[in-house]
């Protein structure tokens, strides 16, 4: 079991992609709305896959006799897909910023 100050740790993380939901959903309008939240929620998906997987690696080495080299590869899936979630938040960012004058 881990300490329970680990998921304290990754309520932190949760936090700014939760706040980033709202809002975004609040406040951006057109297609930096659309990107933003599905980013966001991409992110919060993410990181709540990583600490749920965290959490059973050490039951899946034990019972099942897994190599921690196997049970790296969904860690490896989480970290891309995060990846992918900044990459929509970054979308909208730029998608939300208005044209320079002439």
């Not at 970054?90 to 939300?96: L, S």
């Amino acid at each position: 079991m881990p300490d329970p100050s680990y998921f304290l740790f990754q309520g932190v993380f949760l936090l700014p992609a939760l706040f980033g939901v709202i809002l975004l959903a609040a406040l951006a309008r057109g297609a930096a709305r659309v990107l933003g939240v599905i980013g966001c929620v991409v992110l919060l998906v993410s990181r709540i896959g990583s600490a749920v997987w965290t959490f059973l690696i050490p039951r899946f080495q034990y019972e099942f006799g897994y190599s921690l080299a196997t049970l790296v590869i969904p860690s490896v899936a989480f970290n891309l897909i995060s990846a992918a979630g900044l990459t929509l938040v970054v979308c909208a960012v730029v998608a939300g910023r208005r044209p320079a004058p002439a």
